[in-house]
Antibody, heavy 120, light 109 residues
Framework: EVRLSEFGGGLVQPGGSLRLSCAAS????????MGWVRQAPGKGLEWVSV????????HYTDSVKGRFTLSRDNSKNAVYLQMNSLRAEDTAIYYC?????????????WGHGTTVTVSS | SYELTQPPSVSVSPGQTATITCSGD??????AYWYQQKPGQAPTLIIY???ERPSGIPERFSGASSGTTVTLTIRGVQAEDEADYYC????????????FGTGTKLTVL
């Protein structure tokens, strides 16, 4: 069974840091780009970041550039989102997702999400 | 433009056809994708590359593209189709990004 499981969400104060992890199973992990998508309470979907299958290239939405870093470990079938200098507007459910066709296209497998709350 | 605009809501009776549009420059240049999201659940990919259906997605879901507008059509709408629907594309000029549409709430009357 193809599965993604996210870990690491929680409550953090503004300016703080969190590291989200995503464990993958059931597919050839090293063959696919992986990404994160977030959804603020009552709002729509927002793309956060994506990393190439090799980990050589990562891209970010403008609002998190310089604060978030996406990495992956193909030996552990995992991706990691390091989030620093967190702001109230980063509060959201964060979904880990697998690219569908190997390149940068759509997300065909999603985790159940992990909740990040930034509040004092 | 990095925006993909969708109507906030669409309502349809069971058995009828629902049409949801998504407009923006990105879909004129790149493929469009569609997701269904039910309350409390992660999104599900229902259309890729403008009009292709992943395995397991019912044939009543279809997609089409014309210029700067892509369309999701659901024929013979069922109560279980009530959900939020999002389009998505990938743009790379001048900045690489994935862009999601504003989302449409489909209500089955």
């Amino acid at each position: 069974e193809v599965r993604l499981s996210e870990f690491g969400g929680g409550l953090v104060q503004p300016g703080g840091s969190l590291r989200l992890s995503c464990a993958a199973s059931g597919f050839a992990f090293r063959g696919y780009a992986m990404g994160w998508v977030r959804q603020a309470p009552g709002k729509g979907l927002e793309w956060v970041s994506v990393i190439s299958n090799t980990g050589d290239n990562a891209h970010y939405t403008d609002s998190v550039k310089g604060r978030f870093t996406l990495s992956r470990d193909n030996s552990k079938n995992a991706v990691y989102l390091q989030m620093n200098s967190l702001r109230a507007e980063d509060t959201a459910i964060y979904y880990c997702a697998k690219n569908h066709l190997g390149g940068y296209d759509s997300f065909d497998v999603w985790g159940h999400g992990t909740t990040v709350t930034v509040s004092s | 433009s990095y925006e993909l605009t969708q109507p906030p809501s669409v309502s349809v009776s069971p058995g009828q056809t629902a049409t949801i549009t998504c407009s923006g420059d990105a879909v004129a240049k790149q493929y469009a994708y569609w997701y269904q999201q039910k309350p409390g659940q992660a999104p599900t990919l229902i259309i890729y590359r403008d009009s292709e259906r992943p395995s397991g997605i019912p044939e009543r879901f279809s997609g089409a593209s014309s210029g700067t507008t892509v369309t999701l059509t659901i024929r013979g709408v069922q109560a279980e189709d009530e959900a939020d629907y999002y389009c998505q594309s990938v743009d790379s000029n001048p900045t690489f990004l994935y862009v999601f549409g504003t989302g449409t709430k489909l209500t089955v009357l």
